[in-house]
């Protein structure tokens, strides 16, 4: 047989070859067919769709018939100092700026231990640890700590059973963070937060200080280093990359988050809650675009500060 007597199979072949050569020798023609459909998704629909909506911030709502004044003006955004909604703004900041150095301060350990010391069915079982929690529904892990931290808790039967109850009481009559129970108060609310968010503030400082040397605190052992000074000088800056990157996860995370505030803690708003009760139950587009606008610019801040201060060089 010839390929005389399959032209269709011969025309086919000539044009895969000619577009292979034309791919082979045009790389950017490549890129573009690869990454044009994915990017036009991104750009059109996620950019687009969140661009469309901050430019509501823009506008303003119209006392007499409460629909959108489709004017320029920066009257919304001057209602983000009024008392309630910096209030608002305040309690989100300081919520996630507590869930994210506590985060740290728990994760960095457990990643230390897992990147330099785990090995075999053990690594496999930190992995397995970690991931766990994030294989289960976000709302039904919200609505069984609810129920942990209930007055009729666990939590509460453990400290009536080992004799912890007075400072289970104390805590509760702490003011402000305070409340009747865990679960109608900020600490039960700052458990949830760091119970939610700890995986990914783990995951990305374990995989940073997987990266650090042993040669060098071998070195800085060598050089007259104690474990204290090799820690301070070696592994924390070199394992500051993670920390950065989960802190970025922790902090926006608890930052925009709205599920647990509105089942867990008291009736006091945040961010997430502002946007939600905005948009939906008041109508106030505007308003809810400027709330939405704080986040990614104090997030933009953040970044970049630790960008100034280096914390992406070793990335």
């Given amino acids: 047989m010839t390929a005389a007597a399959f032209p269709e199979h011969a025309m086919s072949a000539r044009v895969s070859t000619r577009t292979s050569d034309l791919l082979y020798h045009h790389r950017w023609l490549l890129a573009i067919l690869l990454l044009g459909p994915p990017l036009l998704w991104i750009g059109v629909v996620y950019v687009g769709s969140l661009l469309a909506f901050l430019l509501n911030s823009f506008y303003g709502l119209d ?4 629909l959108i004044d489709y004017r320029f003006t920066l009257s919304t955004f001057a209602q983000l100092f009024q008392r309630a909604n910096f209030d608002i703004i305040a309690r989100s900041v300081l919520m996630a700026t507590a869930v994210t150095l506590a985060s740290a301060v ?14 075999g069915k053990w690594k496999a079982f930190f992995y397995l640890a970690v991931m766990m929690p994030l294989w289960s529904s976000y709302l039904v892990k919200i609505y069984a700590w609810k129920l942990i931290l209930a007055k009729e808790g666990i939590l509460t039967w453990l400290a009536e059973t080992t004799g912890l109850a007075w400072l289970l009481n104390a805590l509760l009559a702490l003011p402000v963070i305070g409340g009747p129970s865990l679960s109608i108060s900020y600490i039960g609310m700052f458990l949830v937060f760091v119970y939610v968010w700890l995986p990914y503030m783990i995951l990305p400082t374990q995989a940073a200080l997987e990266r650090v040397p042993s040669s060098l605190v071998e070195a800085s052992a060598d050089l007259g280093a104690n474990p204290a000074q090799a820690f301070r000088t ?8 993670g920390l950065i990157a989960g802190s970025i996860f922790t902090f926006s995370l608890t930052l925009g988050d709205y599920i647990i505030p509105q089942i867990i803690g008291t009736s006091r708003y945040f961010i997430g809650q502002a946007v939600y009760a905005q948009q ?3 109508g106030n587009i505007p308003l809810a675009a400027a709330f939405t606008v704080v986040p990614i610019v104090i997030m933009g801040i953040y970044l970049w500060t630790a960008k100034r201060m280096g914390a992406f060089d070793a990335l």
């Fill in 63 to 66: 006392e007499f018939s409460g």
């Fill in 106 to 119: 728990i994760a960095f350990p457990v990643a230390y231990y897992a990147a330099r010391y785990a090995r």
């Fill in 280 to 282: 939906g139950t008041a």
């Fill in 234 to 241: 070696i592994i924390l800056p070199l394992a500051l990359p």
